[in-house]
């Protein structure tokens, strides 16, 4: 008898299809290869100096030494109020509609636990950011995958799901910005995703990480600022993306006073809330001075349109991303994703991912992330047009 066998939960969890990708990568970086990860998505710049320095001087207080409140510091709640009023022109309680999270992926995996009964399901979209569906059956749950297709603008067909789906779903996932689609979605969706959801009792959880990261004068919405909306949903938002702070582990959620509070409930009983230190930095991050996001933002559409060019040039077709730092580029034929994947990798020594790693119906496109500088992304180009993928 093996002592360490697994509980059927983790036994669950789908294969690391990403794992070939890393042990192909160190090889070539082991052979001296300079290879440009585009891979990850993870900011290459640094938190802005304020931020910073509101931890230093945090830090140092005593005060801030002690275990956090279980749900956030108040400051850090009305600080995330204010921003979303300012920002969305959605009004929140502070005390009853905010909850702070150790990174807004804490909060999504453990939403699930908080609402799903064993053989309830959630309705989750594929591609996507892997933990919706992981989350869902390490609470017990059963996944029901709707599919993100070109065709339909990469937004679910919720009229498509079979009635005895929706009648044994409880939580609905969406991420607006997408990852790894980089598709937006318009005030008529998030109207027709509080219907559904009022017309079948389903929790809205909508993952909101990209909505500060957007060019050309768009401005993604809140799902929140829906009307019914804050009947029916919990939105999460991270400071991750908006200003670099993937290490420090801090977001929030916001919304439905309900599902705030049963995230809550689940959450007191595994962690002890976040440094608060890390909270006060946080409320110099959305209360300080923005240049920093418009700057950021900047950065990122001058690589957009670098690379949208340059895979363009080298014979490559996709949308020109409105929102993120992704770009969802298909697959020339008659290769897949994975093929695509081992010949940027072996002949051009550029790490990209592959779409069928978020989901089968992302097969035929491949994840590109803009974390690199231009510096690297140009010679990423050359190195593309020298493959030459025109026909
Ligand atoms: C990066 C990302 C997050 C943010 O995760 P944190 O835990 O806040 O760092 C959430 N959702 C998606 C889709 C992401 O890409």
């Not at 938190?47 to 230093?56: F, G, S």
Request: glycine fraction near 8%; hydrophobic fraction near 40%; charge should be negative.
């Amino acid at each position: 008898m093996n002592i360490f066998k697994k509980a059927e939960r983790l036994k669950r969890v789908p294969p690391y299809l990403f794992k070939q990708i890393d042990n192909k990568k160190a090889e070539l970086v082991s052979r001296g290869v300079d290879v440009i990860d585009l891979g990850v998505g993870d900011p290459d710049l640094p938190t802005p100096a304020h931020i910073i320095d509101a931890l230093e001087m945090a830090a140092r207080d005593p005060a801030n030494h002690k275990y956090p409140s279980y749900s956030g510091m108040n400051d850090f709640k009305e600080a995330v109020a204010g921003w979303y009023l300012k920002r969305f022109g959605v009004s929140l309680d502070p005390e009853t509609q905010v909850i702070s999270l150790i990174g807004s992926k804490e909060g999504i995996a453990h939403l699930p636990m908080a609402f799903l009964n064993p053989g309830d399901m959630a309705l989750v979209p594929t591609p996507a950011y892997p933990v919706y569906n992981i989350a869902t059956l390490f609470a017990g749950g059963e996944s029901f995958f709707m599919p993100l297709l070109e065709k339909n603008a990469f937004l679910p067909d919720l009229d498509s799901i079979p009635a005895d789906v929706v009648r044994r779903a409880r939580i609905l996932f969406i991420n607006y910005p997408n990852n790894p689609t980089a598709a937006v979605a318009d005030p008529d969706f998030f109207k027709k995703v509080v219907r559904f959801a009022r017309d079948n009792d389903i929790i809205v959880c909508h993952d909101a990480a990209y909505t500060e990261i957007a060019f050309d004068g768009y401005r993604p919405h809140s799902f929140l600022e829906t009307d019914g909306a804050v009947e029916v949903g919990i939105e999460f938002h991270s400071f991750s993306k908006t200003y670099n702070m993937t290490g420090w582990r801090i977001g929030f959620a916001v919304g439905n006073p309900e599902a705030v509070a049963a995230l809550g409930a689940i959450k007191s009983n595994i962690d002890s809330g976040v440094f608060r230190a890390v909270q006060l930095a946080a409320i110099e991050a959305i209360e300080g001075d923005q240049t920093c996001v418009r700057e950021m933002t900047e950065i990122y559409k001058k690589r957009r349109d670098l690379m949208v060019n340059g895979l363009k040039a080298a014979g490559f077709d996709m949308d020109i991303p409105k929102a993120t730092f992704y770009l969802w580029v298909k697959v020339p034929s008659p290769y897949t994703s994975a093929d695509i994947t081992s010949i940027l990798l072996e002949k051009a020594g550029i790490v990209v991912t592959p779409g069928s790693g978020f989901g089968d119906p992302g097969e035929g496109y491949f994840r590109i992330s803009l974390t690199q500088d231009t510096e690297r992304l140009e010679e990423a180009v050359n190195r593309l047009k020298a493959l030459d993928f025109r026909r």
